[in-house]
């Protein structure tokens, strides 16, 4: 089992910045794919950005130039840097891991709060 435990989400006014962190109980190093999703009241779970082993990082449009995905494996930690943070930014942000491939396994955190508002 994978445990990941998110943390760094909270109230900002719009415009700016929050870091969000994602600790693993294991290696990052052996993920097939690491990213960050989030769920806004109403709408469904969306790609934030991932960054998928052996590939190219994939940010969603609406995030491109604003959100930047990154990882520290000698932390077992990876991070959504989040600038310019508009009310539409507002939603519960979760991290998710791929762990092996063909028959994989994607774990999910719990999940934090991110709410942009004045």
């Known amino acids: 089992q994978v445990q990941l435990v998110e943390s760094g989400g909270g109230l900002v006014q719009p415009g700016g910045s929050l870091r969000l962190s994602c600790a693993a109980s294991?290696?990052?190093?052996?993920?097939?794919?690491m990213g960050w999703y989030r769920q806004a009241p109403g709408k469904q779970r969306e790609l934030v950005a991932r960054m998928p082993s052996g590939g190219s990082t994939v940010y969603a449009d609406s995030v491109k130039g604003q959100f930047t995905i990154s990882r520290d494996n000698a932390k077992n930690t990876m991070y959504l840097q989040m600038n310019s943070l508009k009310p539409e930014d507002t939603a519960v942000y979760y991290c998710?891991?791929?762990?092996?491939?063909?028959?994989?396994?994607?774990?999910w955190g719990q999940g934090t709060q991110v709410t942009a508002s004045s």
């Open positions: 998710s891991v791929v762990e092996g491939t063909g028959p994989y396994t994607r774990y």
């Open positions: 294991r290696s990052t190093f052996i993920f097939n794919s």
